[in-house]
C-alpha cells in the first residue's frame, strides 16, 4: 500500500512539473506563431470595398484625408465631411480621391457636434448614393 501511494504521489507530482516546464518552454513559440499569423492575415484578406459608401469625417486633413485616399484606392463611393474652411482643401481632397479610383465623391461642409447638421450629411449621403454603408 505504501508503495502504491508513494508511486501515485510521485507521478503526479512528476507530470505537474514536466507538464509546467513544456508549458514555459513551448508557449512563447505559441505566442510568437499566433501574432505571426494574425499579421499576416491582415495584410492578406483586405475587405472588397468597391462600390461601397464610406462617409469620413474631419476629412480636409490628417488621418481623415488619409482615410479618404486609401478607401479611394479600394474603389469605394465617399461622402466626406469636414467643418474647416476655406472650401478649396475639401475640394482639393475630393479630386485626389478621384484620382485614386473613387468613382463618385460628395464632399460637404457640417459640424458632427450638431445633430441637425449629421441628419442633414446623411440625408445628402443616402439622397446620392441611394444607401450610407
Known amino acids: 500500500m505504501f508503495d502504491a501511494c508513494f508511486s501515485n504521489r510521485f507521478t503526479n507530482i512528476f507530470l505537474y512539473y514536466v507538464s509546467l516546464l513544456l ?70 481632397v475630393a479630386e485626389r480621391a478621384r484620382e485614386l479610383g473613387s468613382p463618385d465623391v460628395l464632399f460637404m461642409f457640417a459640424d458632427v457636434s450638431k445633430i441637425d447638421e449629421c441628419r442633414i450629411f446623411v440625408d445628402e449621403t443616402i439622397q446620392r448614393f441611394g444607401r450610407c454603408g
Not at 37 to 62: D, W, Y
Not at 66 to 83: N, Q
Request: one cysteine or more; glycine letters at 8%; charged letters at 20%.
Open 23 to 92: 508549458l514555459l518552454l513551448v508557449s512563447p513559440y505559441l505566442y510568437t506563431w499566433d501574432l505571426v499569423h494574425t499579421i499576416r492575415s491582415c495584410f492578406r484578406c483586405k475587405e472588397n470595398m468597391a462600390g461601397k459608401v464610406v462617409l469620413i469625417t474631419g476629412a480636409s486633413s490628417g488621418l481623415g484625408e488619409l482615410l479618404a485616399y486609401e478607401y479611394a484606392k479600394l474603389g469605394a463611393y465617399l461622402a466626406i465631411i469636414a467643418t474647416r474652411k476655406p472650401e478649396s482643401r475639401l475640394k482639393q
